[in-house]
T-cell receptor, first 114, second 111 residues
């Protein structure tokens, strides 16, 4: 079974600091990769996704992620965080064209201090 | 916009009760999912369905069942609620080739 690891449980940053959240997955074949965000009291929303092509993916709100196949990684980055980025971030993987299942990591809580 | 609607935001039920959580999506998606979300554990898949009347167990199906009689509706059933089923329940739907869309969640407390 595939698995997804997010390296940090809780990250605390000051505004304007740069962000990188790690995500590694276990499946060796073709994958679709996602980052979701959950703001306090709100539903999960898609930040960005990778299906194929350019491994550097740009998403909403200035976020980007890089797919590195050799490292089974899909790390999320943002050059300068804002207080409004305080949220929980989830990495998710769907393996293979015939797979239905979307597997999530345990999430990383980001707290941005003004 | 895709809309995934869960019937209740908050529910309080007694141990042993039969509990129904309903989810409706308005975009004719083939796939629907039920997850539970617990602090420090992320989202864990309970059941999913890839077509009407079709269902597959996820990672933690014990104590749950599901029903999908119509394409737009996917119900999660707790046959006999227990306190360890107190959690946030998230429904999602997804077409074949793109991302999943989530509902607002149902926070279930079993007392």
């Amino acid at each position: 079974a595939q698995s997804v690891s997010q390296h940090n449980h809780h990250v605390i940053l000051s505004e304007a600091a740069s962000l990188e959240l790690g995500c590694n997955y276990s499946y060796g074949g073709t994958v679709n990769l996602f980052w979701y965000v959950q703001y306090p009291g709100q539903h999960l929303q898609l930040l960005l996704k990778y299906f194929s092509g350019d491994p550097l993916v740009k998403g909403i709100k200035g976020f980007e992620a890089e797919f590195i196949k050799s490292k089974f990684s899909f790390n999320l980055r943002k050059p300068s965080v804002q207080w409004s980025d305080t949220a929980e971030y989830f990495c998710a993987v769907k393996s293979g064209a015939g797979s239905y299942q979307l597997t999530f990591g345990k999430g990383t809580k980001l707290s941005v201090i003004p | 916009d895709v809309k995934v609607t869960q019937s209740s935001r908050y529910l309080v039920k007694r141990t042993g009760e039969k509990v129904f959580l309903e989810c409706v999506q308005d975009m004719d998606h083939e796939n629907m999912f039920w997850y539970r979300q617990d602090p420090g554990l992320g989202l864990r898949l309970i059941y999913f369905s890839y077509d009407v009347k079709m269902k597959e167990k996820g990672d933690i199906p014990e104590g749950y069942s599901v029903s999908r009689e119509k394409k737009e509706r996917f119900s999660l059933i707790l046959e006999s609620a227990s306190t360890n089923q107190t959690s946030m329940y998230l429904c999602a739907s997804r077409p074949w080739a793109t991302e999943a869309f989530f509902g607002q969640g149902t926070r279930l407390t079993v007392v």
